[in-house]
């Protein structure tokens, strides 16, 4: 009878230490699905600062580009066309006319999705894909210029945006677009930025 009862005993023993080591198995299984869940959404926080990093980099070369464009040449003629004809500018509306019905300009627009699927950006100048590891892009950063005239009409042809009247000078207003990819590639950032220069309407700044 005392052995039975020992048996028994030891039998019991058995079962509460394999009660305890699934609990402890379980325990264990779902701190490691919390720390990996939480490695994914470090990873995708640092992949959107990236994409969002490199977007910004993007309008300031474009802000640069206008910068520097008007430095070098007359900036009362620089004209946005619905082609970006001229320095790659881009013109607000599809059309050259007064008629804001026309809708805007689908290059640009094709260009503000986010995908890489639009030929119509400018690469910027540094190679972010060779930046250390934590760093990198998956490829350069591009920007794009709108030009913005006032009036409401918003096209080439009408009176700039806040010319400024007895001066003989004329404020132009441009918006640059600077798209951003993060490190993996599937994320892709906008930003944007409006720039204002004045220029001189005779021949020469």
Do not use: C
Not at 56 to 72: K, P
Not at 158 to 182: C, H, M, R, W, Y
């Amino acid at each position: 009878m005392i052995r039975t009862s020992k048996n028994k005993q030891q039998g019991a023993a058995l079962v509460v230490g394999l009660i305890l080591l699934l609990i402890i198995t379980l325990m264990g299984y779902a701190s490691m699905k919390g720390t990996m869940l939480q490695e994914k959404m470090a990873a995708g926080l640092h992949n959107r600062s990236l994409a969002y990093a490199g977007a910004n980099s993007a309008v300031r070369a474009g802000e640069e580009f206008i910068f520097n464009l008007v430095q070098q040449t007359n900036g009362v003629n620089i004209k946005g066309t619905p082609g970006g004809m001229f320095y790659g500018i881009y013109s607000y509306l599809d059309t050259l006319d007064s008629d804001p019905t026309q809708g805007l300009n689908t290059t640009v627009e094709a260009f503000k999705k986010r995908n890489w699927t639009s030929s119509a950006g400018t690469d910027h100048l540094h190679d972010f894909t060779n930046a250390s590891f934590n760093g990198a892009l998956e490829r350069r950063p591009q920007f794009i210029v709108e030009e913005i005239v006032g009036a409401g009409a918003q096209t080439m042809d009408s009176q700039e945006f806040g010319a400024a009247s007895g001066d003989g000078n004329v404020q132009k207003a441009f918006l640059i677009t600077g798209k951003g990819p993060s490190g993996d590639g599937n994320s892709i950032a906008l930003t944007q930025s409006m720039y204002t220069v004045v220029v001189s309407s005779s021949s020469s700044n």
